[in-house]
């Protein structure tokens, strides 16, 4: 079946540092894929879609230069966290839909600490 | 944007009772998406109902689409500790293959 998988599953930084997040579909192609964020105990906010060859389309409240999304290839979407804070702690989680309607493929999270 | 109401938001019950969660909308999607969350990991769908008045068994579990796609409940009968994680209800907006999450209701069922 369709795999997203996400690289790295947990990442440590410093705060003011920039990290990336990598999704990937594999054994499918997603011309949209979905970036989200869920704090413990709480659900999964949609932070924003990301659509190859064109710019993001961010949720309210998300700010873009913060967040950048890049979505260079069919099975590849990137999340980059710039200047990073404590409080961009999270567990972020990209999703990708199939060709079924109905279908959404999460990736397994990638658990970010700023220190 | 869509909001969707899940409730409760914590359970916590005896293994053998049944249990029924619910996620309710004043919007129409034109799918609602069930799933099931472990610590660390990314939801795992359970069920996707898609026709008003839907009704979807899997083992245990009875998902139902309300006629006006607005709503649905998960039903769970005799509970077992192995049920045990957080249940999410996700609508899909008519638009696209955007999604909508239902607050969450984490269960926790006692041996």
């Known amino acids: 079946g369709a795999v997203v998988s996400q690289h790295p599953s947990r990442v440590i930084c410093k705060s003011g540092t920039s990290v990336k997040i990598e999704c990937r579909s594999l054994?499918?192609?997603?011309?949209?894929m979905f970036w989200y964020r869920q704090f413990p105990k709480q659900s999964l906010m949609l932070m924003a879609t990301?659509?190859?060859?064109?710019?993001?389309?961010?949720e309210q409240g998300v700010e873009k230069d913060k967040f950048l999304i890049n979505h260079a290839s069919l099975t590849l979407s990137t999340l980059t966290v710039t200047s990073a804070h404590p409080e961009d702690s999270s567990f972020y989680i990209c999703s990708a839909p199939g060709a079924t309607p109905g279908t959404q493929y999460f990736g397994p999270g990638t658990r970010l600490l700023v220190l | 944007t869509q909001l969707l109401e899940q409730s409760p938001q914590f359970l916590s019950i005896q293994e053998g009772e049944n249990l029924t969660v619910y996620c309710n909308s004043s919007?129409?999607?034109?799918?609602l998406q069930w799933y099931r969350q472990e610590p660390g990991e990314g939801p795992v769908l359970l069920v996707t109902?898609?026709?008003?008045?839907e009704v979807k068994k899997l083992k245990r579990l009875t998902f139902q689409f309300g006629d006006a796609r607005k709503d649905s409940s998960l039903h769970i009968t005799a509970a077992q500790p192995g049920d045990t994680g957080l249940y999410l209800c996700a609508g899909e907006e008519t638009s696209g293959s955007r999604l909508t999450f239902g607050e969450g209701t984490q269960l926790t069922v006692n041996p």
């Open positions: 919007s129409v999607f034109s799918s």
């Open positions: 054994d499918f192609q997603a011309t949209t």
């Open positions: 990301s659509n190859e060859g064109s710019k993001a389309t961010y």
């Open positions: 109902v898609v026709t008003g008045g």
